[in-house]
């Protein structure tokens, strides 16, 4: 591979498998705090426990997600420096701003875990509070940038010089609120799902104790509703993205879509792939004019098809693919739970074959925001800073990356192996069963 596809792949394994914890550092503390305010509430011990049990977890993968995300740091800097050189005088403000959520949440999140037993419920409330406000206001800071890639603002170039900067313009760019509410939505969607896993697995097993069975079910339905309300959240969302796509990325609209003739009336290609030569998809289904409602609400809007723009600017047209993978899962996301809550509430208990369809719903989330991920990130190119720098200007030269590459990609598995394998350990040896014994109410 070429120095420029390795910077690629390399930047791709870090930022991936950041995510993963990055999300889950974003969601789980949502569910903390819903936790916490229920527990207050209604006086229910159950939920102070989980609020408990879940810190302990977040705990975890914040030693995680601290060290992974300073490598991403230093992967743009040493991986892309022509791109870091206009990002250092534009749109650094939200990187420094970043710093202080970072701190905001740290402080909270040790004030909550070393000083809960002391702290009144309404304080707790405040403590964790913070720490969900702190990882939220970091991933919407970090999402800016993004967003910003996408439709950059507050800036021109002349002659190779960077002019007229204004910061506050590149942070409030077009594309900043669209996106940051997005990403926030699938996080605290991924955080729900994450726990619907583990309590559904906890109840496929069998519980002895009547009591911890209650334990998980509460758990199983709390989080239910908060995966349901965030996927449709999200779903509602992809609406105001695909107007956001449709005024200021047209190309990778098209792509997504599998659209090569601009045309009013467009429609809505599901499933199926892409054939570039013969400029169709193949195995597809059709809902006419409904890309054209979804990009202008009406179904005479007109939609860019690729073939007006140069085939050099077209993104990667396997991005259809991630685009469906995306909007597939959240789909089924949405389907499962509404169907689990409706047969809750007629059960009052779910059946084995409902609890093995939940299990795997943490990984289908987590697959949804990597895909998700990959099509916004992929569905730009050839460009890293949309029709101002291409990728391959902003790439670094040394010849070293390969090495790297097989480097990280060695550490970034082996800490996936050795979270899983602690997380599991420290869990085996406090199990539920012990805190309900012993009635602890936070």
Known sequence: MDTVTMSRALMGSSLGFHIIFATLGVGIPFMILLAEVIHYVKKDADFGLMAKRWTRAQAILLGVAIPSGTIVGVMLALLWPGFMEIVGEVIALPFQIEIWAFFLEALFMAIYVYAADRLTPIMRIISVGFVALGASASALLITDAHAWM?????????DGQILDVNPWA????????????????SAYMTGA???VSIAAYKL???QREERERKFHQKALVLALFVGLAMSLGTAFNG?????????Y???KLAAAEGLFETQANAPLALGGWVDGDSQRIIGAIHIPGMLSFLAGDSFDTVVKGLNEFPREHWPPLHVHVLFNLMVGIGSLLIFIAAFSLFMQW?????NPWMLRMLVPTGGLAILGIETGWIFSCTGRQPWTIYHIQYTHEAATTADNVGTLFFLFLSLYLFLLVVTGFFMRLYFRKFPVSVDLQKGEIL
């Open 239 to 247: 609406h105001a993205t695909a107007q956001m796509l449709h005024e």
């Open 150 to 158: 996408n439709t950059p603002r507050g800036f021109r170039i002349e």
């Open 170 to 185: 590149a942070v409030f760019n077009p594309s900043v609120w669209t996106t940051a509410s997005h990403v926030l939505l």
């Open 249 to 251: 990325q047209p190309e």
């Open 204 to 206: 496929l097993r069998g």
């Open 346 to 350: 007629i059960r009052k208990r779910l």
């Open 193 to 195: 799902f994450a726990v």
